[in-house]
Structure formats: C-alpha cells, structure tokens
C-alpha cells in the first residue's frame, strides 16, 4: 500500500489482504516518524480510526519505510478503542444522570474529572489509568468530609468510577502493562516502548520482518550470509525457554538502508514496476537479470544525482542487488536461498499471517521473523508459472518447478485453492550450489569410506540402481553424487518433471548429457511430453546411462522396460519413496503396477533415511541399507529371501557396516560385474581388492581436505578430476600387471593427488 503526494496526510484506508483487514495511516509529508510509543498525538488518531473500524486487525504507518504494528499490538488499541466507545454511548460517563444523583453542585468537578480520563484515554492510556487512580483517592477524602445525602451521592460517583478502573485493569494492555509498572513513571511515554515495537518495512516492499530480537531469548549462533561484499546478511539463531523450535531471526540488507536510501529505491522502484516481464524473459533468467542489473545501476545514480543524494559505489551496488530483487526477482525469499545452511523454506496458508519456517542443517527446524504479504506471494506465483510454463489455477491447484539464480538452484511446490483452502502456500527445497560428491557425504557421516567404494563400484559395473528413503532424507543428493561416478565418456539422459539433478555442473565438467523434461504425474492435460514416453524415447537415443529424477507413477513401467531391453548396457539409476527394500517393492509392483517378475530388474535398492535423538529435536541424514535383489525368487522377495543386504547401518556406532553375505563374497550382482572383467571373473579377492581401493580413495581425500583445511577438495570439479586419474591408473597397472591392484594403484595415485595439492597452493 502506498500513498501518493494528491493523499491527504493523515488520510486512512483500510484494505483486505490475506484474511485480515490492514489498517493504513498515510504519514508521507509528515514532520517526523510516526510512533505510537513517542508520540500521543499518533496513539489518539490511531484509536479514533480503530474507532471507525473495530475489524482491523494489523496497523501500518506509511512514510518512507513503513512501521507496522502486528495482531497483538493493534489488539492493545482495539481494547482501548472499544473500551472508549463502551464509556461514551454505552455508560454514557459524561452525562448527568450518571454522575450525579441528587447534588448539581458536584456535576462540573466530576464531569471535567471524566473528561479529562476520556482525553488522556486515546493520547495515554496509562496516565488516563493512574488519573482514574487518582480520581478515587481524592474521591474518598471528600467521602470522609461528607454526610447524608450528600454522602451517599459521593459513594455512587466513587462505584462509578472503581467500576471503570476494575474493567480498564482486566484489558490485556493494563495486564501486560503490569510487569513493567515498576520502570513507570507518571507521563514517561518510554514505558510504550515495550509495549509498542513496530516492524519496519521498506516502503517498496510489502514483506514485513520483525526487527527487534525477541525477550527472553538466548543467542545460540550469530553468522553473515553473502550475496556479494554490498549485499550481506545478517542472521541470528536464538532459543526462547518453553518452545522446541529456535529463532531463525534474519537482518537483511533492505532493513539497513539510510532515509535517503529507502526513498531513491521507493522512487527507483515505481518506475521498473511499469514493466511487465514476458515469459520469454524466464527462459534466461541470469542474462535478463544483469540488464536489469545494468538499468537499475543508472537509474539510481541518475534519481540520487536529481535529489542530491550522494551514494557511494558500494551502495549503488546493494541498492541495485535490492531493487532487482524485488522487482523480476523473489524478494526475501533469494536472501534465505543465499543461506547455505538452509535446507527448506516453508511458507503456509495463509502466507501474510504465518511466519517462514526454515530448515536448517545444524538448528533443524526454525521459525523466522519474516512475514511475507499477499501481494508478494501472488507476484512470486505468477513469475513461477511464467518459468515453468504450467498452469496454476483452481483447475490446476498444484505446480512443481524450479528456480536458478546464479548458482542458487532450489526446487518449488506451490499449492493453493481449493486443495489449499487457506490460498496460496508454497515448499521450497533449496539445493546445494555445487552437486553432492560421495567424499562430501563421507564428510558429512551420511556414508562411511567403503559404502562410498561399493557404490562408485557397482556404477561402474553398470547395475540398476533404485535410490529410496522419505522426503528430505538425501535421495537426490545422493543420486547426484553416484552421476559424478560415471565415467565422463558415458553418455547420461536424464528424465526429470521437475529439475533438481546437477545436470548443467555436470555438463561445465565436460560430461555428455542429455537433460528430458517431462510431464508432471500430477498434471492431465499440457503440452509436455509424459514421463512413460520420454523414458520409450530415451532408447531411440543411443546407448546412454539413465537416470530418472523420480518414480512416481506409471513410467515406472516403461522404465523396467528399459531395464529389460537392454538399458544395461550402461547404468541405469532413479529415486523412489521408500522405507526399505520391501516398502520400494511394495510401491512398484502394488502402487505402480509394474510386473512382479519385472521388477527383478533391479539390481540394487539404496536406502537413506534421517536418524532421530532420543529426544526428536535433532535428526542426521544417513544411508541406512544397501540391498541386492537376487533373481530366484517368484512371488514375495522378502518370503523367498530375494533381498540380501550388503551394508546394514549399526546405529550404536552411527555407521554402515558391510554384512558376512558381501564380507564372505556371497554378492549376486557383484559376481555378475566380474564375470565380465577380465581377471575378476571367480577371483574374489581381487574384487573385493578393488572396492577397498575406491574406499580408500575417497577417505584420503576426505583427510587431506580436513589437514590442509582446503575443502574445495571434496567438491565435484576435483572429485571429477580424482575419478579420472584412478581410472587413468587403473588402466596403466593393468597393462603392466593384469588387475588394477591396490597396492599398485593407490601409491600412483596418491603422489598425483600430492603434485595436485602443490599446484594449488602455488
């Protein structure tokens, strides 16, 4: 909401948004900031507006940033206003009848005395309260010089007003009031301080974020997150007693501008807004982003030049970073997608009512300060729908996209009316700007060393590959990661609905790849190409390694098609829900309908799931199950002993550990991968060799990362370049010798990981 120079000052309007009525007091022009704390004259012309309108429910003081008032806070001046009007129409306080009952000569003193308490009541209303205080004290002195009837008429004043003092004392502003009674003094506005603490908005936003850091609440963590050296963050992790979630209390750089700041981006802001963004602008959104970089640049220096507003370089730079961002940009949202430690960002119906949770990686769950409104929710939908080009409507109430700023990449879900009858909500998974390796997970005690050899192993051995575990347990990351696995020379077709596999960091490291964008299972009718005909496609396309984003519905039958028609060739890997190898069984066949022989296509199923505390306020994503699926079996797997695990995760010791069945050779799978490799075919030993090599491999790595604190190490552009120089060695030991041998192979590679290491610090 904003105001513009024909608005009169003072002027109100009071405006629907999310559920609730707004409030909307124009104070441009005014001679200083409005405060209810500081100033009676703001307090009084607040009540009387909440006079006219009881409904409200949030206040708003628009001048160059807006000072918003929440629910509780609107609510103290409700009772106040409502208290108000209950003393004037409805007791009627100043009229004869009730202040006097047999002596007109008392009407003009008590009259001025009621007067007085009403005129103090919407200016100060707790001087007004001590007036009433003292109002009965004085009262009962003259009590005591009277008799008769004139007596009794002085005890029926004094009810009167002990009867207005006991209702004022019941309204929650006295009631909290109270706990701060001992810092009052009589006319001392600062007590309103604590009472009265308004959030401030910048003018050309509609987001609100509470500023102050909340009572009683400890710091547990204070950090900055960056979006360039002009454009930083601050964030603060706080625990308040008697609540299980913490505090994610975020500072960003719009809360931090100048006046003369606030007002160039307000004017800067009302010129950009005139454009109307096409879709074709969304199809890339990083070039589309520096021009309007570039324009905001010059638009801000020209608007600050006319004003004689001085801004220095870096300030350009921030002011330019805010503006682009909320105009073709996401507003708060890029700032918490900035915070590499967040893992999912929540907003729930009805969005301008309910606070942001984020997910984060070390503090878990966390409710933020942030408030997003309902025009900025309806502004981010729309330029959703633009970039994935779907529907989102009540005939389509469900949409599945994704987000690329930079190298922020983020998964959204978007739900709104009538599945979400509150309106729009929105789930936003943030992924890691640089893909997940296998020695990052070792990092990170997801996988041990040797669970992350036997799986660079079997990708290798070009199985098939079914990635499972609930929601947020790490199923695509890890997937991520096993791609990195595949040799560089493979061809990859990835099949996706919605985008969330590294596939463009893959294709810098120089991989071929081959992304298909597929229908969503959730939508009926669009002009994308299903699921099931993009896989039937993916065969006309060349020998190539597989991957599909996710299972979800029936093009589970045309990927065990693939599977079984000779897909193998390569690897062929996805995601799936699922608890365990039955539960992955249970979905495909009984869910999804694939044939029960069919699924005997499946090589490996790889479960990842999250593990609780004892006390549920802390969980730690592992990979808990590594499973072959043996080929005997007709019916039931799990009645015929048709899943045998390789690993099993040991939570006493929070590890997978390989079981006697992998331990003593007895891998169906793993025979069948040696059965085709020369000198590996019935030689146990030499396989088993060669999954401790890789195992090594990736624990070395992890320790150099750790003692030379550089980590870069454990990132994908190195963890590509180490894969290729095992493979490279592998390949001269076994012209030398016949076997890739570990003791032969991993000192080669290890004084080639040492010359890397020099390099980089040279």
């Known amino acids: 909401m904003q105001f513009g120079k024909e608005d009169e000052l003072y002027s109100y309007e009071v405006k629907r948004e999310g559920g609730e009525d707004v409030l909307y007091i124009n104070y441009m022009g005014a001679p200083y900031v409005p405060s209810l704390a500081e100033h009676p004259e703001v307090m009084e012309r607040t009540i009387d507006s909440l006079i006219e309108n009881p409904q ?53 003193r008590r009259y001025n005395e009621m007067f007085s308490f009403l005129y103090l009541l919407k200016k100060d209303p ?17 009590l005591d010089k009277l008799d008769g009837v ?47 603490r308004p959030d401030v908005i910048a003018n050309f936003t509609f987001t609100r974020l509470v500023s102050d850091l909340p009572r009683d609440a400890e710091i547990i963590s204070q950090y900055k997150i960056s979006n360039g050296e002009d454009d930083e963050s601050n964030v603060t992790i706080l625990r308040k007693k008697n609540e299980s979630k913490l505090i994610y209390h975020l500072v960003p750089p719009e809360n931090t501008l100048t006046e003369d700041q606030s007002i160039i981006l307000n004017l800067a802001r009302g010129v950009l807004i005139e454009h109307q963004p096409k879709a074709e602008e969304f199809t890339d959104t990083e070039r589309v982003r520096q021009v309007f970089m570039n324009i905001s640049k010059d638009l801000i220096r020209d608007l600050s030049q006319s004003r004689d507003i001085k801004l220095d370089y870096s300030s350009l730079n921030k002011l330019s970073s805010i503006l682009v961002r909320h105009t073709i940009g996401f507003g708060i949202v890029e700032v918490l997608l900035q915070d590499k ?42 330029k959703f729908r633009m970039i994935s080009g779907r529907p989102l409507d009540e005939a389509n109430p469900i949409l599945d996209t994704q987000v690329e700023i930079g190298t922020l990449r983020a998964r959204i ?79 990859i077709i990835v099949i996706e609905d919605s985008l969330e596999l590294p596939v463009e960091a893959l294709r810098k490291l120089n991989y071929d790849i081959l992304r298909m964008k597929v229908r969503s299972a959730l939508l009926k009718t669009t002009t994308e190409v299903s699921a099931e005909d993009g896989i039937r496609t993916s065969l006309r396309l060349g020998d190539s390694c597989l991957i599909i984003g996710e299972v979800r519905s029936v093009e589970a039958k045309a990927l ?29 066949v009984n869910d999804l ?73 007895d891998s169906q799978i793993i025979k069948d991968v040696a059965s085709n490799v020369k000198g590996w075919a019935g030689n146990w030993d030499a396989v088993y060799d060669n999954i401790l090599l890789r195992s090594k491999i990736k624990n070395e790595l992890v320790n150099v990362a750790k ?12 963890n590509t370049l180490s894969n290729h120089a095992f493979h490279r060695i592998s390949d001269e030991i076994i012209q030398e010798v016949g076997l890739p041998l570990g003791e032969r192979v991993f000192p080669v590679w290890q004084e080639w990981l040492n010359k890397e290491i020099k390099k980089r610090i040279i």
Request: charged share 25%.
């Open 126 to 142: 707790l001087s007004a309260y001590f007036q009433l205080r003292k109002i009965i004290l004085e009262g009962k002195i003259i």
């Open 341 to 382: 430690n967040l893992q999912d960002i929540s907003l729930n119906a009805p969005i301008p009512q309910t606070p942001i949770f984020v997910r984060h990686q070390e503090y878990d769950q966390c409710t933020t300060n942030i408030l997003p409104s309902q025009e900025d929710a309806d502004s981010w939908a729309a």
């Open 56 to 108: 409200v429910s949030r206040v708003v003081f628009v001048q160059q940033k807006n000072y918003n008032y929440d629910f509780k806070e609107t609510g103290y001046l409700l009772e106040i206003a409502q208290f108000y009007v209950y003393l004037v129409k409805q007791e009627k306080i100043l009229s004869q009848e009730k202040l006097i009952t047999s002596n007109p000569d008392f009407f003009p």
């Open 560 to 588: 065990y098609e693939a599977m079984r028609v000779g897909a193998l060739a390569n690897v062929v890997a996805g995601t799936i829900h699922g608890a365990s190898p039955y539960g992955v069984f249970d979905r495909v």
């Open 413 to 491: 879900s978007i739900v709104q009316q009538p599945l979400s009858c509150d309106g729009l909500a929105y789930s936003i998974r943030r992924h890691r700007e640089s893909p997940w390796t296998l020695p990052l997970f070792i990092q990170n005690k997801m996988i041990n060393p040797f669970g992350a050899g036997l799986l660079s192993f079997l990708i290798d051995g070009a199985r098939t590959l079914l990635v499972a575990g609930t929601r947020s347990s790490g199923k695509t990351s890890l997937l991520g990661s096993l791609m990195l696995e595949i040799v560089p020379k493979h061809r």
């Open 707 to 718: 003692k030379t604190s550089d980590y870069d190490l454990l990132e994908s552009k190195f």
């Open 150 to 196: 004139l007596k009794l008429d002085q005890k029926n004043y004094l009810a009167l007003v002990e009867k207005i003092l006991e209702n004022f004392s019941k309204t929650n502003f006295i009631q909290t009031f109270q706990q701060y009674s001992t810092q009052y003094k009589r006319g001392d506005r600062e007590i309103y301080h604590k009472l009265f």
């Open 593 to 665: 309908e694939v044939p029960i022989t069919s699924f005997k296509a499946t090589d490996s199923v790889i479960v990842c799931n999250p593990i609780k505390s004892p006390d549920g306020l802390h969980a730690w994503k592992r990979l808990i199950q590594l499973s072959e699926v043996r080929k005997h079996w007709t019916k039931d797997p799990l009645a015929e002993k048709g899943f045998v695990d390789l690993m099993k995760y040991n939570i006493e010791k929070d590890e997978l550990e390989p079981t006697e069945d992998l331990i003593n050779g």
